[in-house]
């Protein structure tokens, strides 16, 4: 587990707020300086800000762990419904075997 930062929350999203009102006049180390962080902090806070933004997309340099549940629990689903419809398809298959000998 990595260190806590000294910055809560708040002021991270507040510092990504004020980064996003600048409207790209000015840069991550202008306003970084206004506020007494660093440009990387910056940076850092509003990329992954834009990843929490886009559902399904990954931080740059993140684990991948949630994707990794998420595809894991898709696996799970997936194989369930396999299970599922081999077994319609065998109860399908012997009812089809029934009935044709009861036609003849």
Do not use: C, H
């Not at 660093?38 to 990843?51: C, F, Q, Y």
């Not at 894991?72 to 075997?97: G, S």
């Amino acid at each position: 587990m990595g260190r806590r930062s000294p910055y809560s929350e708040e002021f991270r999203k507040g510092a990504v707020a004020l980064f996003r009102a600048a409207d790209g006049k000015r840069t991550y180390a202008a306003v970084a300086a206004d506020l007494g962080i660093t440009a990387e902090s910056l940076r850092t806070w509003v990329r992954k800000d834009a990843a929490r933004a886009v559902p399904g997309r990954r931080d740059a340099g993140g684990s991948g762990a949630d994707e990794l549940n998420r595809l894991r629990a898709e696996n799970a689903r997936l194989l369930k419904a396999e299970q599922e419809w081999r077994l319609e398809r065998e109860i399908l298959r012997r009812a089809a075997a029934y009935f044709a000998r009861e036609m003849k």
